[in-house]
């Protein structure tokens, strides 16, 4: 099968976050994807395959190096750059494994998606978790149960880049949380806020951009800042960018771009 690991969220080779993206011609078993996601060792792979009957059909699934997820942004923005700017077909639709319906098209040089959007409610973790990240003041912290995703708004850029998460007793602490998210309003003209995400209890400490997060942290500050349109920036060590633009309850309109660094041929038999 053809397979490509393509640089999410960014505009820059090795900057963003590194999807594989693998083109089926046939069916494959759920093992056998496991074991690609495995072997390509990046922080989700997706698995695409065009309906026969609609060329800009696809259905698409995700699996990290351990575990098939429901749904990943940024393997969703590398699969649409391969579709729209490699393969040139003027726009996309993918529907996931649980049926989620998700879109794509160019804007210029970028690419644009629709995501869902997610909503999270108040929760309060445990001591040992923030003590396992820590966090000591937290301004706010929500949980939103689509994603099974911890929210965690921290005082400022500083605090957030500072987090030395104990990555072990993170996962001790809790077995009901896939990912956390740490984030901070900026205090420059930039961006609207930035953002770190951890995710050891799928097999990924810090995951460089999460397009999945931002489904949640979009509705979250766009009540906060009383906006709609939004400018955010992953400050992990890669580092990525979206542009946000809440279009209704449901739907959230994000605009990055990818850089497809490697193409090959995937051997399984």
């Not at 026969?52 to 699934?61: A, P």
């Not at 700017?85 to 794509?104: C, R």
């Not at 994603?147 to 921290?154: A, C, G, K, Q, T």
């Not at 397009?211 to 009540?223: D, I, N």
Request: hydrophobic share 40%.
């Amino acid at each position: 099968m053809k397979v490509f690991i393509i640089d999410a969220f960014t505009n820059e080779a090795f900057k963003g976050n590194p999807a594989g993206v693998c083109l089926l011609e046939s069916e494959v078993s759920v093992q056998t994807m496991q074991a690609i996601a495995y072997e390509l060792n990046l922080s989700e792979t997706a698995f695409l395959k065009q309906n026969k009957n609609y060329d800009t059909e696809y259905s698409i699934r995700y699996f990290t190096p351990t575990v098939e997820i429901d749904f990943c942004g940024h393997a969703t923005l590398a699969s649409a750059k391969l579709i729209l700017h490699h393969l040139q077909k003027p726009f996309v639709n993918f529907t996931t494994f649980h049926n989620l319906k998700l879109s794509a098209t160019s804007q210029n040089e970028n690419i644009k998606m629709k995501f869902p959007i997610y909503e999270a409610i108040d929760f309060t973790p445990t001591r040992e978790l923030y003590e396992a990240f820590g966090i000591t003041n937290p301004i706010a912290t929500k949980f939103a149960k689509d994603l099974d995703m911890l929210i965690i708004e921290v005082s400022d850029k500083e605090t957030l880049l500072s987090i030395q998460p104990d990555f072990a007793k993170a996962i001790q602490c809790t077995d009901n949380i896939k990912e956390l998210v740490v984030t901070t309003r900026s205090s420059d003209n930039d961006y609207d806020f930035y953002s770190r995400c951890f995710c050891p209890w799928i097999g990924i400490n810090e995951d460089p951009v999460t397009g999945a997060s931002h489904s949640v942290l979009a509705k979250y500050w766009s009540t906060i800042l009383g906006k709609t349109e939004m400018i955010a920036f992953q400050s992990s060590k890669r580092g990525g960018f979206m542009k946000l633009k809440i279009l209704n309850d449901t739907e959230l309109e994000v605009v990055s771009n990818a850089k497809i660094i490697l193409e090959g041929t995937l051997k399984i038999k």
